[in-house]
């Protein structure tokens, strides 16, 4: 926690809700996104990530690796082997990348609140400082 109260990690509880209620201003829908907990032993990760599973090329999560960013790091996890698409696939393909662009782009908008009213100032990753 800062000065403030606010504490600027934020945990699975926190991020389910932020994606939950971006799952229903998308599209009414829910479910692609999966919240899960990762080891917060760190103090300046949070602890928790987003993950989405992708047909054909297997996954992708998307993670805060810093507490002061707003920014999310979006990683592939693909299968291994050959991958052939129509276009259908391929326009759907497009449109879960899309999705995924979109989600990480509200979370960054709501990291960017989160420390606007916590009173911390933040960064890229290319600026990344240790934990406080």
């Known amino acids: 926690m800062n000065s403030s109260g606010r504490s600027v990690r934020l945990t699975a509880v926190e991020l389910r809700e932020w994606v939950d209620d971006f799952e229903r201003r998308a599209d009414g829908g829910g479910g692609e996104f999966r919240v899960l907990e990762h080891d917060g032993a760190d103090p300046a990760i949070d602890s928790a990530l987003v993950v989405v599973d992708l047909p054909v090329l297997g996954g992708a999560y998307l993670i805060r690796e810093w507490k002061h960013s707003p920014e999310w790091t ?12 129509d276009d259908d696939g391929m326009r759907d393909l497009a449109g879960r990348m899309n999705r995924i662009a979109d989600l990480a782009a509200d979370l960054r908008g709501r990291v960017i609140t989160r ?9 890229s ?6 934990p406080d």
């Open 125 to 130: 990753r290319s600026d990344r400082r240790g």
């Open 115 to 123: 420390l606007d009213a916590a009173g911390e100032s933040y960064g």
């Open 74 to 85: 979006i990683t592939f996890e693909p299968d291994l082997g050959q991958t052939e698409f």
